[in-house]
C-alpha cells in the first residue's frame, strides 16, 4: 500500500519567486491565479500513462462498442464548448459497479456502471460529465497531484524501466489517482462551471440538481464512493438552484433526452 506523500510549499511562495516552478496559470473557471507545479505538457502526459491502469482498477471498459460511442459522443459535446475544446478528450464508461465518476489529468474522464445505471436521461450524463471536464479544465487534478501524491513521483514511476517493481508502483498510484479529495471550492467549481457547459452544449441545466437528489438518495441507502471524495449532495442543491434561477431562468426548454439515455444506456446495460 503507497502512502500519500505530500509538497510542502513554504506559505511566503510566490509566482515571482518559483525559479523551479512552470509558471503560474489562470483558472478559467474563476479567473484567478493559481500556483501550478505541473505544466500542461505534463499533464497530458500523466493522463496518457496512467488511464490504462485506472481503467483496469476500475473494471475495464464496458464492452459495448454503441454504449462506448455515445457516452463519448456527450462527454465530447460537453468539452466542445468548454474552455479547453482542444483538449484530446477521452469519455469512458467502466465496469465498476460503484456511483462514480473520476477525472485524471489531460483529458481522460471515468465513469462507472453504478452511477450509467443510476442515472435517467441524458443531460444527467451530461451533467456527470460535465463536472468531471471542469476539474480538468481547471486543473483541480493537478493540483491535488502535488497536494496529495507528489507529481515527481508519478512522473518518475513512468518514466523508469518498466520492472514488475515500476509496474506495482504504478498501480498504486493508480488507486491513489481514483481516490483523490478536491476541496469545497474546487467541487463548486466543478457545479458552477459544469451548470455552464452544459447550458452552451444544449442540456437542460436542471439535471445537474437531479444527479445531486439521485446520490443524496442513495448515499442514505449505503456509502457512495463518489462522496467519499466530494462534499455532501445536500449542501450543494441550494446554491445550484440559486444558480439555475438567476443565471439560466427559461432555459427549461433545452435537451433533457430520457428515451434516447434509455435506449443507448438503460438497455444496453440489462
Known amino acids: 500500500m503507497f502512502g500519500k506523500i505530500s509538497l510542502m510549499l513554504p506559505a ?18 474563476t479567473g484567478k491565479q493559481q500556483f501550478m ?21 476500475m473494471g475495464g471498459k464496458i464492452p459495448d462498442p454503441a454504449l462506448q460511442q455515445y457516452i463519448d459522443t456527450v462527454g465530447r459535446n460537453v468539452a466542445r464548448v468548454s474552455h479547453t475544446p ?6 469512458v464508461a467502466v465496469n465498476d459497479k460503484s456511483v462514480n465518476a473520476v477525472a485524471l ?9 453504478g452511477m ?15 463536472h468531471e471536464t471542469v476539474h480538468i479544465v481547471a486543473r483541480h487534478s493537478s493540483e491535488a497531484m502535488s ?19 515500476t509496474l506495482q508502483t504504478v498501480a498504486g498510484l493508480s488507486r491513489q489517482l481514483i481516490e483523490l479529495g478536491y476541496s ?50 445536500e449542501n450543494r442543491i441550494a446554491y445550484l438552484e440559486e ?11 433545452l435537451r433533457v433526452a430520457r428515451e434516447e439515455y434509455q435506449n443507448n444506456v438503460l438497455t444496453c446495460l440489462r
Not at 150 to 156: D, P
Not at 191 to 220: C, F, S, W
Not at 244 to 253: C, H, L, P, R
Open 147 to 165: 497536494r496529495q501524491i507528489g507529481f515527481e513521483i508519478l512522473l518518475s514511476a513512468v518514466m523508469d524501466e518498466q520492472t514488475s517493481q
Open 184 to 233: 469545497r471550492d474546487q467541487e463548486q467549481q466543478a457545479d458552477l462551471g459544469g451548470i455552464e457547459y452544459m447550458v452552451r452544449a444544449g442540456y437542460a441545466p436542471y439535471a445537474m440538481v437531479e444527479t445531486m437528489q439521485m446520490l443524496q438518495n442513495q448515499h442514505k441507502v449505503r456509502p457512495i464512493v463518489f462522496l467519499s471524495t466530494h462534499p455532501s449532495p
Open 105 to 113: 489529468p489531460g483529458g481522460y474522464v471515468f465513469i462507472t456502471r
Open 116 to 130: 450509467l445505471e443510476n442515472l435517467q436521461t441524458e443531460a444527467q450524463l451530461a451533467a456527470i460529465l460535465a
Open 243 to 253: 444558480k439555475i434561477a438567476t443565471a439560466y431562468y427559461g432555459s427549461t426548454a
Open 37 to 57: 507545479l505541473i505544466s500542461p505538457q505534463q499533464d497530458i502526459e500523466i493522463g496518457r500513462q496512467y488511464a490504462p491502469e485506472v481503467e483496469k482498477q
Open 86 to 91: 482542444d483538449l484530446d478528450y477521452h469519455f
Open 12 to 29: 511566503v511562495l510566490t509566482c515571482a519567486s518559483a525559479l523551479m516552478c512552470p509558471g503560474c496559470a489562470t483558472n478559467p473557471i
